[in-house]
């Protein structure tokens, strides 16, 4: 009698890439974790940096790709709704109100998914990623606040597999939703929910380390920061007291190449892949900004509705200028005088971009940055790499010629 052994899938007997390893996307990987498991396999057509494929994973996440006739869904990507929001009784030590950590939560709780991939912290470094497959609220909530540092979230799929949990949150920025989109269907789930940030702009630890020490007074004490609507970044400190700091006043030349590689490269700053987006750019000072982009993503807002006070979103000002402007500054490591920097951050937080205004002034100024990094560092690969609503956003704008 011949025993009749079951096809293991092809990805199973792929071999993950040792820790500190050169992955594929070489300087360009962002850590995002898939490299640390056998869906290695599928790297050469998962990884966001070797295969930028957002329209065609926008088409299948949501029926459709974004329409770029229509601006909201040429910035913010397919949506159905987008809003202001906020908890009416915020979670402490949550990066905003916690809006995120309430809806995986609710999502345990009530028996939605199994288990939700968030990334906690490890026990001896508050921003040390640390990527677990919570399974408890408490769990969850151990993993609330950013680690503003590149974290291989995805590292933890061969353990989805293995456990055989059919249905599973995914949280996470667009780096990682991107390659997890493309595998999605390897991972033997019956439903996956993907709840997104935007994210721009991060760096390693060592980066962090250097970031904090170039702009806070007191970068031990920091616990959270955040670049703010008021064109400020917002340390906030152990002891609660919150210092602020204005863009202008950042030494941009001493922190140009602090930002990783991928991040500088990135132009998923929405994370367009996500049934449901959370971030903070389109909403008023002190309010979360969300977008709905399909069926999954409303279904996984409702649970919390009851939870949270909401607004619609509102948009004044013109960016254009303060952006064009930014081009030359940035590119020359313009830093204003402390005193200069902060009349400079009163003035444009009167009468400069607000609401949806803000995020597209943000992603008009990572973008244009974005593209001239590419052109330089990877000229090769500008074409495949940068999306059509990117190329679009970027030729709004006059470029230095090299
Ligand atoms: P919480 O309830 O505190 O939950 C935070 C969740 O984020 C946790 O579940 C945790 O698992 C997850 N998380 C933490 N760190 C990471 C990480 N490194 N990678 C993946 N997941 C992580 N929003 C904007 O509107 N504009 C921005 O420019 C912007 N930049 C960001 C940059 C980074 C690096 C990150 C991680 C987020 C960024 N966000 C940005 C999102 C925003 O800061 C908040 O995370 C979001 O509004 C959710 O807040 P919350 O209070 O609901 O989250
Ligand atoms: Fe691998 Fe992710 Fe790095 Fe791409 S970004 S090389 S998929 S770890």
Known sequence: MTSVTPDVPKHQKAKALKPGSRRPAKELCSECGLCDTYYIH????????LNQQIAELEAIAHGRSRDLDNEDEWY????????????????????WTGIVSTIACEMLERGLVEGVVCVQNS?????????????TPEEVLAARVNKPTLSPNLSILEQVERS??????AIGVGCQIQALRAVQAELGLEKLY??????????TREGLQKFLETTSQSPDTVVHYEFMQDFRVHFKHEDGSIEKVPFFGLNTKKLKDV???????????????????????GAPFGWQWIVVR????????????????TQAVSSSGDRRQAVQQSIPAYEKGVTLPMWAAKLMGVVIERIGPKGLEYARFSIDSHFTRNYL??????????????????????????????
């Open 42 to 49: 599928y790297v050469k057509e998962a990884c966001a940096f």
């Open 76 to 95: 913010f990507g397919v949506s159905q709704n987008m809003m202001a929001a906020r908890r009416i009784e915020p979670i402490p030590g949550a990066q």
């Open 123 to 135: 026990p001896d470094d508050r921003f040390q990623p640390m990527p677990v497959i919570a399974r």
């Open 164 to 169: 055989g949990m059919k249905r599973l949150l």
């Open 194 to 203: 993907v709840l997104g940030t935007p994210c721009v702009d991060n760096v």
């Open 259 to 281: 930002f990783a590689p991928s991040c500088l490269s990135c132009f998923d700053y929405v994370n367009s892949l996500a049934d449901l987006v959370v971030g903070y750019m």
């Open 294 to 309: 399909n069926d999954t993503g409303r279904e996984m807002l409702d649970l919390v509705r009851p939870l949270l006070e």
């Open 373 to 402: 990094y590419v052109r330089r560092t990877h000229p090769e690969k500008l074409d495949d790499h940068v999306p059509e609503f990117a190329k679009r956003i970027v030729g709004q704008y006059q470029l230095p010629d090299s």
